[in-house]
């Protein structure tokens, strides 16, 4: 590749939350950036990003869809030539106690959180490979490594998230690609806004940094590992030292 041809960024759910800071974080830093987004409109992101003169494109695509996700990479491939970075970022919840979870409920979540993965990876795959290069960012969780009641499917989803970057990190590292997770705790976006405030102050209290974290921290350290060339198979916790 041209070492000075513009990179390539593919940010999963990115219209708002952490997958918005980490698409500014690559604007900012000279990165081409293909906004994923399902529902929510990306429109002010769009415009935001173009001023920063790089390239933006926004493609709309539910990752649990494998013909979706096919489409989402073929899109970003066609018009910028190259996938240089994926970043899985897209995550639901649908919190509850395993005794009350329905079926619909623990499927919905595992197919976002980690089939959504699988999906654009297994067609980012190929690209990188005849690149010789690329970096993939998995978002998991705190709650993946270490489980939370009330979230066994999330839990499961982003346990799962994690095996899943190891091993695909095994198979294309000889081809100088690096696959990493990043695991955050609680993150101040509408994903965590819902919760009671009675757990939120007793959370806080678990946090020993006495404070939520920024999506903007996760996007550094998002950027960070993705142009680490010597980290791969990695899943780095990012909680204000809550685990
Ligand atoms: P958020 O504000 O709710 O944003 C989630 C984004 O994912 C939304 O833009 C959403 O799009 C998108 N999305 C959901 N399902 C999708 C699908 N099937 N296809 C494409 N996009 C989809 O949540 P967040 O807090 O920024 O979370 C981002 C990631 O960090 C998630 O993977 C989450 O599990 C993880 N995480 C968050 C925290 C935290 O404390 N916030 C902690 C640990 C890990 P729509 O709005 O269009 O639905």
Redo the contacts with the bound molecule.
């Keep these: 590749m041209n070492e000075n041809k513009r990179k390539t960024a593919i940010i999963?759910?990115?219209?708002?939350?952490?997958?918005r800071a980490i698409a500014l974080k690559f604007a900012q830093n000279g990165v081409n950036v293909v906004i994923?987004?399902?529902?929510?409109d990306p429109a002010e992101l769009v415009a935001e990003i173009e001023q920063m003169n790089v390239d933006c494109l926004a493609v709309q695509?539910?990752?649990?869809d494998f013909e979706q996700a096919k489409q989402l990479i073929s899109t970003a491939q066609e018009k910028f030539g190259s996938v240089d970075y994926l970043v899985n970022?897209?995550?639901?919840t649908k919190d509850g106690l395993i005794l009350k979870m329905g079926e619909n409920d623990f499927d919905a979540v595992v197919e976002?959180?980690l089939k959504?993965a699988f999906n654009t990876m297994r067609h980012a795959s190929p690209i990188m490979l005849k690149q010789k290069s690329g970096a993939i960012v998995n978002?998991t969780?705190?709650v993946g490594l270490h489980g939370n009641g009330g979230q066994a499917n999330y839990s499961a989803a982003k346990a799962g998230l994690v095996g899943l970057t190891k091993s695909v990190a095994k198979e294309l590292g000889s081809r100088g690609i690096t696959v990493n997770a990043i695991a955050?705790?609680?993150?101040e976006?509408?994903?965590?806004d819902n919760l009671p405030e009675v757990v939120k102050t007793k959370l806080l209290e678990s946090i020993a940094l006495r404070r939520y974290g920024q999506?903007e921290e996760v996007a550094d350290l998002v950027y960070f590992i993705a142009n680490s060339k010597y980290i791969t198979a990695q899943v780095v916790t990012i909680d204000g030292g809550m685990s």
């Design positions: 999963t759910g990115a219209a708002k939350g952490i997958g994923n987004y399902r529902t929510t695509a539910d990752v649990g970022n897209a995550g639901i976002t959180n959504g978002i969780s705190v955050p705790g609680f993150i976006t509408d994903m965590t999506a």
